[in-house]
């Protein structure tokens, strides 16, 4: 495998688990020094998981001060940092929108939306100083169609979407650029939150007729975290098994 990601450090956010993981095992493959956010970091196994982070911190994305503390001791520790992966998320109860519970939707925008903008606005003036960096933010399906029954998780995932557009047009002359992925269904512990018709109802929605797996997002953002991802910017990268058709 080619360690075109050499020398560069990649901070993944929720990558104890799930797409974070895969994310996180597939930079490392790529040569670089993985450094992993979530809310425990205890309990890794780098048998089972392959390699060793750099650094593992306990952050919670939802928290300024938490993003900053964290960013400071990354800086301290290793001096430089190329890429950010933003995959923390939280799905949400899986309600009608009049029906959603206020304290819910909060904490699911607080979770989804501002922890993003929370870690790209504490990382951006290190890359834009340096003038190189690759941010890649997991988005969803749900932030491009809008899926019933989770409108808080499609509101802050179509947040998600507009934030990276917005700040990639900000940083286009900077050497900075701001991606995001739009995955469908892949079967992760996210699933437990979800009610069965509606894991067969995202299905159904997929023409390749099975869900995606977590090592083919990490396949697309270890390419979008590259060097040779070098003239796309604020751009949705699909993976949806031809749901998505623009
Ligand atoms: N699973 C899917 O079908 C799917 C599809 C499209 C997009 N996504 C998105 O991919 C991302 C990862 O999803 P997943 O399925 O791997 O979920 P997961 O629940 O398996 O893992 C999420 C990780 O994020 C961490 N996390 C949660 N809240 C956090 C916080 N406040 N601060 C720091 N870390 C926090 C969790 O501890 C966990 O390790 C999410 O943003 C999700 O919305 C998932
Ligand atoms: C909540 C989460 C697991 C989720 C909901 C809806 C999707 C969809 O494709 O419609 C999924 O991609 C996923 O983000």
Known sequence: MSQYLQ????????????????????????????????????GWNSVE??????????????????????????????????ILVNNAGINGPVVASWEYPPEA????????????????RTAIPHMRERGYGRIVNIASMAGKDGVQYIS??????????AFTKAAA?????????????????????LMAEMTAEHIAASKAKIPMGRFLKAEEIANMVSWIAGPECSFTTGFVFDLSGGRATY
Not at 52 to 76: G, I, N, Y
Not at 152 to 161: L, M, Q, R
Not at 169 to 189: F, H, I, R, Y
């Open 152 to 161: 808080a998780y499609s509101a802050a995932k179509a947040g998600v979407i």
């Open 7 to 42: 020398g560069q450090t990649a901070i993944v956010t929720g990558g104890m688990r799930g797409i974070g993981l895969a994310i996180a095992q597939r930079l490392h493959t790529a040569g670089a020094q993985v450094v992993i956010w979530d809310l425990a970091v205890d």
């Open 169 to 189: 047009k900000e940083l286009a002359q900077d050497g900075v650029l701001l991606n995001c992925v739009a995955p469908a269904m892949v079967e992760t512990p």
């Open 105 to 120: 939707w909060d904490k699911v925008i607080a979770i989804d939306l501002n922890g993003v903008f929370y870690c790209c």
């Open 49 to 82: 998981n392959g390699f060793e982070p750099v650094l593992r911190q306990a952050v919670d994305v939802s928290s300024l001060a938490s993003v900053e503390a964290a960013f400071a001791e990354t800086l301290a520790r290793l001096g430089q940092v190329q």
